[in-house]
């Protein structure tokens, strides 16, 4: 497993971008699937997006397609959101997560990191 650190959560109006990084420890990080999920208060954690370990293949929740992009670069190690056109209904903790599997379901995720909060004003 590989060890994640999150960063590049805040606070932004809506309508504006942020842009998530995930730092992995390791020298295998480009043998995961990377996640990123996210869990508002009062609701459970969800799948926001994942990418393959080559970066080929990129998968997207309907709630974020067209707003989100997830990519990777595998000699940085490290994940990237990039979140546009944000929504009050986007606020949550944002996290960051790898698997050995190609999926996109939460308990294929093994490794996680504390999370990063986004919070949208409206």
């Known amino acids: 497993q590989v060890q994640l650190v999150e960063s590049g959560g805040g606070l932004v109006q809506a309508g504006g971008s942020l842009r998530l990084s995930c730092a992995a420890s390791g020298r295998t990080f480009s043998s995961f699937t990377m996640g990123w999920f996210r869990q508002a208060p009062g609701k459970e954690r969800e799948f926001v997006a994942a990418i393959s370990r080559s970066g080929g293949s990129t998968y997207y929740a309907d709630s974020v397609k067209g707003r989100f992009t997830i990519s990777r670069d595998n000699a940085k190690n490290t994940v990237y959101l990039q979140m546009n056109s944000l929504k009050p209904e986007d606020t949550a903790v944002y996290y960051c997560?790898?698997?050995?599997?190609?999926?996109?379901?939460?308990?294929?995720?093994?490794?996680w990191g504390q999370g990063t909060q986004v919070t949208v004003s409206s």
């Open positions: 997560a790898s698997s050995v599997h190609l999926s996109t379901r939460l308990t294929d995720f093994g490794s």
